[in-house]
């Protein structure tokens, strides 16, 4: 079975300071990882995927994600953080081959960046 | 506005009764999945079509719950005598799907179902 987790509730980071936000997966087989937003009265919006190749995955709004399989992490990351980056932040799994075709969602870390 | 539609966005309805929900993914789409979240949780997948085939269902898709795809383009989502327990934000969401790298999913804004 295919499980992620999102250890922290909420994050909390300076405008202008690098912010992490955490996620951990466990498959059976290869993951595929994926990062998603979702805004207030907005719907989920993609920010960046892991399917293959370099760890280091770069995606949109400055985004970027790294893979580390012996930890079986796929942490959020942006150099500099702004206010409009706050929202609720979901990580997700797709277990291959032979995992649901489904996406497996973590709780969702609140990302709340101060001025 | 080319994403995926939901309708309605909202829905209150009484306990026992029945409910539609109709999802419209992005054009030429083949992939169609139908998800549930409840507050405090991420999305939780229900069920998922490839073209107008049902693929796969969830546990958590109980003999109350009916989806279909009849042509392969839009789908709907029924609830049949709804519980106070399926209340929650309905979401559907659309991908490619022919490549297995065109894998990420574009959600639309979901149908938010309140059983009272």
């Known amino acids: 079975a295919q499980s992620v987790a999102q250890p922290e509730d909420q994050v909390n980071v300076a405008e202008g300071n690098p912010l992490t936000v955490k996620c951990t997966y466990s498959v059976s087989g290869n993951p595929y990882l994926f990062w998603y937003v979702q805004y207030p009265n907005r719907g989920l919006q993609f920010l960046l995927k892991?399917?293959?190749?370099?760890?280091l995955v770069k995606g949109s709004y400055g985004f970027e994600a790294e893979f580390n399989k012996s930890q079986t992490s796929f942490h959020l990351k942006k150099p500099s953080a702004l206010v409009s980056d706050s929202a609720l932040y979901f990580c997700a799994v797709r277990d291959y081959p032979g995992g649901a075709d489904g996406l497996t969602f973590g709780k969702g870390t609140h990302l709340i960046i101060q001025p | 506005d080319t994403g995926v539609s939901q309708d309605p966005r909202h829905k209150i309805t009484k306990r026992g009764q029945n409910v539609t929900f109709r999802c419209d993914p992005i054009?030429?789409?083949?992939?169609l999945y139908w998800y549930r979240q409840t507050l405090g949780q991420g999305p939780e997948f229900l069920t998922y079509f490839q073209n107008e085939a049902q693929l796969e269902k969830s546990r958590l898709l109980s003999d109350r719950f009916s989806a279909e795809r009849p042509k392969g383009s839009f789908s709907t989502l029924e609830i049949q005598r709804t519980e106070q327990g399926d209340s929650a934000m309905y979401l559907c969401?659309?991908?490619?799907?022919?490549?297995?790298?065109?894998?990420?999913?574009?959600f639309g804004q979901g149908t938010r179902l309140t059983v009272v």
């Open positions: 054009s030429e789409h083949n992939r």
């Open positions: 892991y399917i293959t190749g370099d760890n």
């Open positions: 969401a659309s991908s490619p799907g022919q490549q297995i790298m065109n894998t990420e999913a574009f």
